[in-house]
């Protein structure tokens, strides 16, 4: 989800990662608040001060916001889950939990936490005020934090996926319903709506002469209403997927090269023709690995007539596998998270089969039909396309 973020610590054995967009949005903040807001709430101030309060507040906005992340965090290990990163973004702050949580009270303390968090450091904030009232303009900070994250905490209660709120629906309707799915749909559809009246309130505001205001809305609007709108989609990819096994999807004709082929036969007789990306090498006794197209790029290619797969396969001790019998939704997360295109499916030692990103497309193509009842091989949905690979699972918090 994040390919550039910098990690700055850890903490509870969670990495903290700052993303590159971070620094755009705490410079933003400052700016916005150095030029209009505090010489406008304040008056008394230099541009040196307005800008030192405009930078400590958006940092302290920040910190605000890992707190809270980190509450969802603690929770979460509470209940036993795993919790790699928390990344510091654009629009706020990523807590990734490694899986879903095991039940609906689980769902329930872990999102509610993260409000009540706000809702607690809005008090303080509030309650430290007068520590400054010797120094109005750090009292004007702690005023507009106490504001700030009173606004945090009440609109994440918003009823919409992915927004607490409408993970506390989401554990609300799986209480009620028994249904995991059915409460996920529910609450990523509220999410797409109140999405939509953020994007029109947006537009409204921006009508109104109110530019930046009515801009940052819409904009938090789209992201609330195409992340709900992922949601759905990979709700009903894993409907689709259902109880689907590696074994069902996999390709068990998946091209094999003996171990002494070169990479010059390889690229020219193989790959050229385009037939795969990918190449199950036998290396003889046993031994087997697998070579890419990726692997072959990294030899030089004057050394090409010379190298053979055998000498530079990754062999399947070392290589991202699954197995037949593993759920496919579970070997579609684990493509997803490291990023890979295939796995090979290994039984016992050997490759009995490989799995990857078009053949599940195919699959999910065919299954999908069939679920539609449309036959014709020919109906290419773009939903094939669209059913895009679960990656990483997080709680997102819009400051
Ligand atoms: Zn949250």
Avoid: C
């Avoid at 947006?202 to 992201?223: D, K, M």
């Amino acid at each position: 989800m994040f390919r550039h973020a910098i990690p700055i610590g850890r903490i509870f054995g969670i990495s903290v990662d700052l993303d590159y967009s971070w620094f755009l949005i705490v410079g933003l903040l400052a700016w916005m608040l150095a030029v209009s807001y505090y010489p406008y709430e304040f008056g008394a101030g230099t541009t040196g001060e307005y800008w030192a309060m405009g930078l400590v507040t958006a940092l302290m906005l920040f910190a605000s916001v890992l707190i809270h992340e980190i509450g969802h965090s603690i929770v979460a290990q509470g209940y036993g889950l795993q919790v790699p990163r928390i990344t510091l973004f654009l629009f706020g702050g990523v807590s990734q939990i490694a899986a879903e949580p095991p039940s609906a009270g689980a769902e329930f303390w872990i999102a509610v936490v993260g409000p009540l968090v706000s809702f607690a450091l809005a008090a303080f904030f509030w309650e430290i005020e007068p520590l400054f009232s010797g120094a109005p303009a750090w009292f004007a900070v702690a005023k507009y934090l106490a504001l700030l994250n009173l606004i945090l905490a009440i609109f994440n209660l918003i009823p919409g996926f992915p927004l607490d709120g409408g993970r506390v629906l989401r554990a609300i309707v799986w209480r009620a319903t028994g249904a995991y799915r059915r409460a996920t749909a529910a609450a990523a559809v509220t999410g797409r709506f109140f999405g939509f009246v953020l994007i029109v309130w947006g537009v409204w505001e921006v009508f109104l002469g109110r530019f930046i205001g009515g801009l940052w809305i819409a904009f938090i609007g789209w992201y609330l209403e195409s992340a709900a709108g992922a949601q759905l989609q990979l709700e009903s990819a894993k409907a689709l997927v259902g109880e689907h096994r590696v074994a069902d999807a996999m390709r068990r004709d998946f091209p094999r090269i003996p171990g002494e082929t070169t990479l010059q036969d390889l690229v020219e007789h193989f790959v050229l023709s385009g037939s795969s990306r990918y190449f199950v090498v036998d290396a003889g006794s046993g031994d087997e690995g697998l070579i890419t197209i990726e692997t072959i790029r990294t030899v030089q290619r004057e050394a090409w007539p010379t190298t053979t797969a055998g000498q530079v396969m990754i062999p399947v001790a070392k290589l991202d596998t699954t197995t037949p019998e593993t759920a496919l939704w579970t070997a579609l997360e684990k493509m997803g998270r490291d990023g890979v295109n295939q796995l090979p499916v290994v039984a016992g030692q050997q490759i009995v089969g490989v799995l990857s990103r078009e053949d599940t497309f195919h699959y999910l193509r065919v299954l999908e039909s069939f679920a539609s009842g449309r036959m014709s091989p020919g109906a290419t949905t773009n939903r094939g396309a669209s059913l895009g690979f679960p990656a990483v699972k997080g709680h997102t918090h819009l400051p």
